[in-house]
């Protein structure tokens, strides 16, 4: 829901139902970053309220614009991250699990022996 001054859209006051600290801060970051922002900030009314309000005050674009723009380039970001992830998860199985659990023809020869040792008895 958006709370605004009738007629001035640069400044609004965004209440976001469900959420946290967790998203209010990661948006909150992400409009800092952009040059369009010359105030956010967000508040949590109530411990025990899932409700957190994003204030936002623009240099002239519509505050609305800019907080779609920001949830949009949070959203990139995390894709860009869980991807990553990924991909260094996938590199880890291929290259390293095999190595981690010391896995060499010896090894596999001593399992071998010891399995066809306890078969004779």
Known sequence: MEHSAFG?????TFSITD????????IRFTLNQDSRVSFCGYSIPHPSDALVNV???TSGDPAREVLK???LD??????HVRSTFDKA???FRVNE???AMNIDSKAIEGVQ?????????
Do not use: K, P, Y
Request: glycine share 2%.
């Open 97 to 99: 699990g095999v190595q």
């Open 8 to 12: 001035d859209q640069s400044n609004a």
């Open 19 to 26: 959420e946290d600290h967790t998203l209010a801060n990661a």
């Open 74 to 79: 949070l959203m990139l970001m995390c894709r």
């Open 89 to 91: 998860v996938d590199d």
């Open 55 to 57: 204030r936002v005050q």
């Open 69 to 71: 723009d920001a949830c």
């Open 113 to 121: 022996a010891l399995d066809i040792d306890s078969e004779s008895d």
